[in-house]
């Protein structure tokens, strides 16, 4: 997140900060609901209750009922097993190993397409 801040100085967007699966799909219902544009989802993949590929999947029903419109996710893990995008559900675009380094931030923040 701290790579992210400071690169993020030039870019004009609002972070919206969750902690978990549930607080992602929370913030998106909210949104969705005030008609705010959601550019992109940036998750962990530990995370306590919803795990950042299970709250792909969760987005990926919501997004084909129609309720969402599409929205790429990208995903940050340290576990190995988990770096293969093949497990996750087709709205994860990437996953990025764990520590962030700085080229991967900027290679994340073109991907979001931030106006």
Do not use: R
Not at 11 to 38: H, P
Not at 59 to 86: C, L, Q, Y
């Amino acid at each position: 997140m701290k790579q992210f801040l400071d690169i993020k100085k030039n870019i004009k967007c609002k972070i919206v900060e969750a902690c978990d699966g549930i607080e992602c799909i929370t913030a998106l219902y909210i949104a969705d609901s005030k008609q705010i544009k959601i550019t992109a989802i940036i998750s962990d993949e530990t995370m306590t209750y919803i795990s950042g590929s299970y709250c792909s999947k969760i987005i990926e029903i919501i997004s084909t009922n129609g309720k969402f419109s599409k929205i790429p996710m990208f995903i940050a893990t340290s576990i190995s097993h988990t770096t293969n995008i093949d497990n996750y559900s087709k709205v994860v675009q990437k996953i990025y190993s764990k520590p962030l380094d700085k080229s991967s931030v900027i290679d994340l923040i073109k991907l979001c397409d931030f106006e």
